[in-house]
């Protein structure tokens, strides 16, 4: 990778990073600082002679750990978030079946579990979890 290509790469990352931040809770932000970051970096050694090389490969390792990182930050919070829709979903669930429970006549609650108890075993191939 050209140095110059390092860092393009390195320039884009940062502002995706900036514009992925502004999307993220308090929460998140908080959790991001309490993650282990992995500080150690790859050993190359060269000579004196070999002194471009070795900020050419320094800035490609740069930029290939700034993307690294940034895809793991996102896969961290759309990975929380989706735990966090799960489980409202659930909620949503239980709660229809509570309100089915008072109102055994009304078959719209029973259609949208009907609905929701599908799509969970379509997404997860097991049904619905009882209630905890």
Known sequence: MKTEDAEAVIGLVAKISTAFDATMTEEERA????????????????????????????????????????????????????QKLYADCLAIY????????????????????????AAHFSQYGRAIPPRA
Do not use: C, W
Request: charged residues 30%; negative net charge; aromatic residues 6%.
């Open 31 to 82: 959790a991001r600082q309490q993650r282990q970051r992995d500080d150690t970096s790859a050993a190359l050694v060269y000579s004196a002679d070999q002194r471009e090389d070795a900020v050419a490969d320094f800035t490609a390792l740069t930029a290939v750990d700034a993307l690294q990182s940034m895809a793991d930050e996102i896969h961290t919070v759309i990975a929380g978030r989706m």
């Open 94 to 117: 239980y709660a229809l079946e509570d309100l089915a429970a008072k109102n055994p006549d009304d078959e719209s609650f029973q259609h949208h579990m009907r609905e929701m108890e």
